[in-house]
């Protein structure tokens, strides 16, 4: 069974820009919908993301709703915790797909970490 990780050097769901996530304000509190927006920058990048070495710059105190954790899913999506592994996977391939492209080095990348394909 396919296992999800976040594999580094990806970084696709740190691409932002809101026009690619009309629904924002379907999971994200006013609050945190707020906080989203703040870290938008001109590029559409979260602000706090190094394109250089594609790592969050303030990975230990980054936002819950950049975490994948059970709690957070659960509260944001409604996924129930044993749902939350296949749930994962789609949204880092489609956020991947979105970037980089279906036939990316990143998607490759990703699918042979968590073991697809
Ligand atoms: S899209 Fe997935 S694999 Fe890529 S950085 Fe985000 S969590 Fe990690
Ligand atoms: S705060 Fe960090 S993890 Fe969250 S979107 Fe920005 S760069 Fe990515």
Redesign the pocket.
């Known amino acids: 069974m396919a296992t999800w990780q976040?594999?580094k050097q990806?970084?696709?769901?740190?691409h932002l820009d809101p026009a690619d996530r009309p629904d924002l304000d379907e999971y994200l509190s006013p609050t945190d919908l707020e906080l989203y927006l703040s870290l938008v920058g001109d590029d559409g990048w979260c602000i706090n993301f190094d394109r250089q070495t594609r790592e969050c710059r303030i990975y230990d105190d980054r936002p819950l709703f950049c975490r994948?954790e059970a709690a957070t899913f659960e509260a944001m999506y409604g996924i129930e915790p044993d749902e939350l592994n296949g749930f994962a996977i789609d949204c880092?391939r489609q956020?991947?797909e979105g970037v980089y492209g279906d036939r990316s080095l990143e998607m490759l990348r990703?699918d042979g970490a968590v073991g697809i394909g």
């Open positions: 976040c594999v990806c970084g696709a769901c740190c994948v880092c956020q991947i990703f």
